[in-house]
Antibody, heavy 121, light 109 residues
C-alpha cells in the first residue's frame, strides 16, 4: 500500500535551515504522472502548499516562499527532501508530504502523518 | 497566489444536507477543472474526498459530491452523519502551483 512518512527535526532555532525528508513506499518516484508535494499547517490554521516535484524532476514552488525553499528527490532511496532557509517562529507548523497524482488534473491522494516543527530559540 | 475563500463554519443536523462553497478567480477555480476537496479530523492528516471538481476516489461515500459554477466550487454532503464533523479544505491546481482554501469547520448538531 502507498505510505509516506516525514522525518526531520522537531525544534529549530530562528535563522536556521530546516531539512525535512519524505520517505515513500508503495510507489516509485519515477512513476509517470506522479510526484510529491509538501504542505504545511500552522497550529489551528489552514493548509498551505509549499512545493512539489514531479517524476521528471520538474519542480514548482509557492510564490511567497520560493526564495527560501528547495525541493529535491533521490529516486533510488524513495525520498523527497525539502529545505527551508532562514526559519522564523511563524514557520512553526505541521509539515506534510503527500503523493501528487496527475490524471485529468493533479491532486494529493495520499498524505503522510505530518511532523510538527517548532521554531524557537 | 491568494487563498481560496471558504465560509469559516457551517452546521447541520444528522440526515440533512449541507453545501460548502469555495470561491477563487478566473485564474484558478474558474479556469481549470482542477478542484479537490479534503476532509481533516482533529490531529489527523487531510483525506482526499473529491478530485477533478466532482470525482470521488474509491472508498469515499457517495454522500459526498462536488460541483463548480464559474469561479465557485461546491462540496455537498447529504445525509449528514456525526462522523462528517471535521474541517474541509478545497484546493485548486493552477497548472504549476496549488492553492488551498481557508478551511470550513463543519459541525453536526
Amino acid at each position: 500500500q502507498v505510505t509516506l512518512k516525514e522525518s526531520g527535526p522537531v525544534l529549530v532555532k530562528p535563522t536556521e535551515t530546516l531539512t525535512l525528508t519524505c520517505t515513500v513506499s508503495g510507489f516509485s518516484l519515477s512513476n509517470a504522472r506522479m510526484g510529491v508535494s509538501w504542505i504545511r499547517q500552522p497550529p489551528g490554521k489552514a493548509l498551505e502548499w509549499l512545493a512539489h516535484i514531479f517524476s521528471n524532476d520538474e519542480k514548482s514552488y509557492s510564490t511567497s516562499l520560493k526564495s527560501r525553499l528547495t525541493i529535491s528527490k533521490d529516486t533510488s532511496k524513495s525520498q523527497v527532501v525539502l529545505t527551508m532557509t532562514n526559519m522564523d517562529p511563524v514557520d512553526t507548523a505541521t509539515y506534510y508530504c503527500a503523493r501528487m497524482r496527475c490524471s485529468t488534473s493533479c491532486y494529493e491522494d495520499y498524505w503522510g502523518q505530518g511532523t510538527l516543527v517548532t521554531v524557537s530559540s | 497566489q491568494s487563498a481560496l475563500t471558504q465560509p469559516a463554519s457551517v452546521s447541520g443536523s444528522p440526515g440533512q444536507s449541507i453545501t460548502i462553497s469555495c470561491t477563487g478567480t478566473s485564474s484558478d477555480v474558474g479556469y481549470y477543472n482542477y478542484v479537490s476537496w479534503y476532509q481533516q479530523h482533529p490531529g489527523k492528516a487531510p483525506k482526499l474526498m473529491i478530485s477533478d471538481v466532482s470525482n470521488r476516489p474509491s472508498g469515499v461515500s457517495n454522500r459526498f459530491s462536488g460541483s463548480k459554477s464559474g469561479n465557485t466550487a461546491s462540496l455537498t454532503i447529504s445525509g449528514l452523519q456525526a462522523e462528517d464533523e471535521a474541517d474541509y479544505y478545497c484546493s485548486s491546481y493552477t497548472g504549476t502551483t496549488l492553492v488551498f482554501g481557508g478551511g470550513t469547520k463543519l459541525t453536526v448538531l
